[in-house]
């Protein structure tokens, strides 16, 4: 993927070895996101984070789903530069930042990022020029 595409949604460059990927906004997306991850992860023998990457990816990629129109970025960094931490980046064109909230018990969604934020190392969010970039990190495993 050029880097024209990922300006656009807003993804900033982190150092390290890294891959990215772009998804149309639709429901197949989900499903490509994880399969990409887990493929990436396991080429760098990085499998033992690869359920828990999955899993948050998902969460974000179908939040990007539900609010936002247009391509959605997936990116993962490589621990290097970054130490022992394996960064993920989601990115979509909607600029507003997510909100955490709290789901009550009947409700069938709103645990997404609730689930970022408890099982990464850190997490964030950053303005692109055209959307945002939510992002986590998790340790790797030594």
Known sequence: MG?????VIGVSDTEG???????PAEPGAVRSARAA?????????????????ALLVSELVTNSLRHATGPIGVRLVRPGRLGDV??????D????????????AED????GLQ????????????????GKTVWFE?????
């Open 3 to 7: 880097l024209s595409a990922w300006e």
């Open 17 to 23: 070895e890294g891959a990215e990927w772009s998804f």
């Open 37 to 53: 991850v887990r493929r990436q992860l396991h080429e760098w023998d990085l499998d033992a984070l690869g359920d828990l990457a």
């Open 86 to 91: 394996l960064r993920v980046e989601v990115s």
């Open 93 to 104: 064109p909607l600029p507003d930042p997510p909100r955490e909230r709290v789901a009550r």
């Open 108 to 111: 069938e969604s709103g645990r």
């Open 115 to 130: 689930l970022v934020a408890l099982s990464s190392r850190r997490w964030g969010t950053r303005p692109g020029e055209a």
């Open 138 to 142: 998790l340790a790797v495993p030594g």
